[in-house]
């Protein structure tokens, strides 16, 4: 199973700020994906990334795989208080071997 | 109702019970999921179910029994719980299983109470 890890694991900061967020491996990650997670909710789909070195925006929102496809970040540019919440990678793996990371609790103060 | 459906909400059982937590997925996915998220640690992967096939037992204990009919149901049968086992389970739905990994569509989840 590959092991996917989270930093940082908590961040907490003031609206307007930017924060990165990232994932990581020591094995290749076939494809992506960031989720973010309200508090009593499931997961919500954000992204998924597949190809080395991809940059995809959503508004506020930048996610970076890595050109050796062991590495992903996330960031936000003038965070909102509507960002905060639990953000989660996830990586399929191969032979469907599933996992999730830690995740990176996101506080976003007004 | 679209998406990923789950019943209850909010559950508060004894630990001589017995219940079941339902999920429901109405996206045609031929892939279903539970995940057991407790405080302070990662989503934990339970089963997996493809095409109404277990495919995936990840050493859950005896007590959690799954069951899927149909491609578009699966439950979640409890019984004999331990205050340990007191999380939120969530249901995840995807197009099929398989290298690479299928974009995972979740429920709202089951906040789970053993008293």
């Known amino acids: 199973t590959q092991l996917l890890e989270q930093s940082p694991q908590f961040l907490s900061i003031q609206e307007g700020e930017n924060l990165t967020v990232y994932c990581n491996s020591s094995?290749?990650?076939?494809?992506l994906q960031w989720y973010r997670q309200e508090p009593g909710e499931g997961p919500v789909l954000l992204v998924t990334v597949v190809t080395g070195g991809e940059v995809k925006k959503l508004k506020r929102l930048t996610f970076q795989f890595g050109d050796a496809r062991k590495d992903s970040s996330l960031h936000i540019t003038a965070a909102q208080p509507g960002d905060t919440g639990l953000y989660l990678c996830?990586?399929?793996?191969?032979?469907?071997?599933?996992?999730f990371g830690k995740g990176t609790l996101l506080t976003v103060n007004p | 109702e679209t998406g990923v459906t789950q019943t209850p909400r909010h559950l508060v059982m004894g630990m001589t019970n017995k219940k079941s937590l339902k999920c429901e997925q109405h996206l045609g996915h031929n892939a279903m999921y539970w995940y057991k998220q407790s405080a302070k640690k990662p989503l934990e992967l339970m089963f997996v179910?493809?095409?109404?096939?277990?495919?995936e037992n990840n050493s859950v204990p005896s007590r959690f029994s799954p069951e899927c009919p149909n491609s578009s149901h699966l439950f979640l049968h409890l019984h004999t719980l331990q205050p340990e086992d007191s999380a939120l389970y969530l249901c995840a739905s995807s197009q099929d299983i398989g290298t690479g990994g299928y974009e995972q569509y979740f429920g709202p989840g089951t906040r789970l109470t053993v008293t």
């Open positions: 094995s290749v990650f076939s494809s």
């Open positions: 996830y990586s399929g793996g191969s032979n469907y071997k599933l996992t």
């Open positions: 179910y493809s095409l109404e096939e277990r495919v």
